[in-house]
Every structure is written in structure tokens, then in C-alpha cells.
Nanobody, 123 residues
């Protein structure tokens, strides 16, 4: 079983930055491909960033490309999402997700989800 715990959400003004963290309680973090999803008010859940198990491949949705960066520290069992140039449309609950996979791909089909962390961007 894998438990994922997100942190780092909060309220920020437009143009600001936040860094989300997701700590995984698992014996072999390096066997997990990781990703971030978000769900804004009245919207469907959206896959926005992914990273392969070894970190060699990343994926970004067009909506965040160039502003968000996903990276992982396998020694700390943690994946991060650095979010810059935040805009009000980035307001959402952000979810960390994991897939047991040794594939080099960065897109994931989650086996596990975190509880979510709220990000609110004021205009």
C-alpha cells in the first residue's frame, strides 16, 4: 500500500509562486511513476504533470507548460511541483498520484491518490 501526503498549498496573488510537495510512504519510491492532477471549481480533474520513475521523462499539460516544473527526490520519497506565474485559473485542488510502473513514460494511470491540497490564486 502506498500513502501520499501533499503539502504546500495555500493562497497566493496572481503572478506568485508556490511549491507543492508529495511525500510517499512506500518501501520502493523509485518503482513509482508520479504525477499531479488538479480539479478546479466546476471542472473535471485534469492531469497536469508527470514524471517517470527514474525522473528521465516529464510531461506537462499545455495549460501549465513553461510555468510549472515537476521533479522528484527518490532519496526523500518525495515529488514536487514548482508553480510559477500563477493565475486565477490555476485555482484548484491539487492531487498527487502514483502508478506502479518501471516504464520510461511520464504519463500515468494512477493506482494511488493523495487527499489533495487547495491552491487559490487571487487576482
Amino acid at each position: 500500500q502506498v500513502q501520499l501526503v501533499e503539502s504546500g498549498g495555500g493562497l497566493v496573488e496572481a503572478g506568485g509562486s508556490l511549491r507543492l510537495s508529495c511525500a510517499a510512504s512506500v518501501r520502493t519510491f523509485s518503482g513509482l511513476s508520479m504525477g499531479w492532477f488538479r480539479q478546479g471549481p466546476g471542472k473535471e480533474r485534469e492531469f497536469i504533470a508527470g514524471i517517470s520513475w527514474i525522473g528521465g521523462s516529464t510531461y506537462y499539460a499545455d495549460s501549465v507548460k513553461g510555468r510549472f516544473t515537476i521533479f522528484r527526490d527518490n532519496a526523500r520519497n518525495t515529488v514536487y511541483l514548482q508553480m510559477n506565474s500563477l493565475q486565477p485559473e490555476d485555482t484548484a485542488v491539487y492531487y498527487c498520484a502514483a502508478e506502479r510502473s518501471l516504464s520510461p513514460k511520464a504519463t500515468i494511470t494512477p493506482n494511488y491518490w493523495g487527499q489533495g491540497t487547495q491552491v487559490t490564486v487571487s487576482s
